[in-house]
């Protein structure tokens, strides 16, 4: 019997191909608002500053979904198209991996499962910072389902 975080990857994996459906004004919307307030401490500290002046791509492959974010003083901005500095693509299920800390950055990276185009210095710079994030700034109930969801994919991506 699956559990509840099973049956949600099995629904996830119908629905969020249609989320490249979804108009970019409303996903550029719901991510900024998100992500603003999710990383407001690691913005105002300047965490996020390696990203002033440049663009990063985030690329969904399998879900064909891709974002470019850029810090500025107003926070962390998203556009649908930008000259990207470094890009960072891999599959849903491992940028879940990765946010859940259920696997490594690095083992992902090594086993191109997530991968790194363009100025890899800032890639890394990238990656370093989100290895860098301490999950108890989240909501306790984001970061509970997020390491329930991760459980469940690496079950899923072992068998």
């Not at 849903?92 to 800390?101: K, M, Q, T, V």
């Not at 210095?121 to 990656?127: E, F, S, T």
């Amino acid at each position: 019997m699956l559990k509840p975080a099973g049956l949600f990857l099995r629904g996830a994996e119908h629905c969020l191909p249609l989320t490249r459906h979804v108009p970019f004004m409303l996903q550029r919307l719901a991510l900024e608002k998100s992500l603003n307030r999710l990383f407001a401490e690691p913005l105002a500290d300047g965490a996020f500053d390696i990203l002033r002046g440049c663009w990063l791509r985030l690329q969904v492959r399998d879900l064909g979904l891709s974002w470019y974010l850029t810090c500025t003083d107003s926070g962390l901005q998203i556009a649908e198209r930008a000259l990207a500095q470094v890009s960072i693509s891999g599959n849903w299920g491992d940028f879940l991996l990765l946010a859940s800390r259920k696997e490594d950055p690095d083992t992902l990276f090594f086993r191109r499962r997530l991968v790194i185009e363009g100025d890899t210095d800032l890639g890394l710079a990238v990656k370093n910072l989100l290895d860098s994030l301490d999950p108890d700034e989240l909501p306790a109930w984001l970061w509970r389902a997020l390491q329930q969801l991760g459980e469940a994919q690496l079950l899923r991506s072992a068998s």
